[in-house]
């Protein structure tokens, strides 16, 4: 059974960091692309980051010079390293496994919440 865990949010002032980690199993880790989705209040979906099987990553132009996607596939985990955070970065944050250009598994989220 596929699981995507989340953790590592939580309230931080605005120009302040986190750090975000998935959890992953039931599936060969490191054979798979992932990406990280986050949802703000009343808003929809949206994309954040990806990072390939191969390790190069892309981003949403608004998180660009931010934030750092990562991966250890020793510890079949996902990272999203988060600084400078701005109170628009405030959202739900999923990661998701990426098989044929879809999203098809998805974590329960994690709280960010960017106020002063």
């Known amino acids: 059974e596929v699981q995507l865990v989340e953790s590592g949010g939580g309230l931080v002032q605005p120009g302040g960091s986190l750090r975000l980690s998935c959890a992953a199993s039931g599936f060969t880790f490191s054979s798979f692309d992932m990406a990280w989705v986050r949802q703000a209040p009343g808003k929809g979906l949206e994309w954040v980051s990806s990072?390939?099987?191969?390790?190069?990553?892309t981003y949403v132009d608004s998180v660009k010079g931010r934030f750092t996607i990562s991966r250890d596939n020793a510890k079949n985990t996902l990272y999203l390293q988060m600084n400078s955070l701005k109170p628009e970065d405030t959202a739900l944050y999923y990661c998701a496994k990426v098989e044929y250009g879809s999203y098809n598994y998805w974590g329960q989220g994690t709280q960010v919440t960017v106020s002063s």
């Open positions: 990072i390939k099987s191969s390790g190069s990553t």
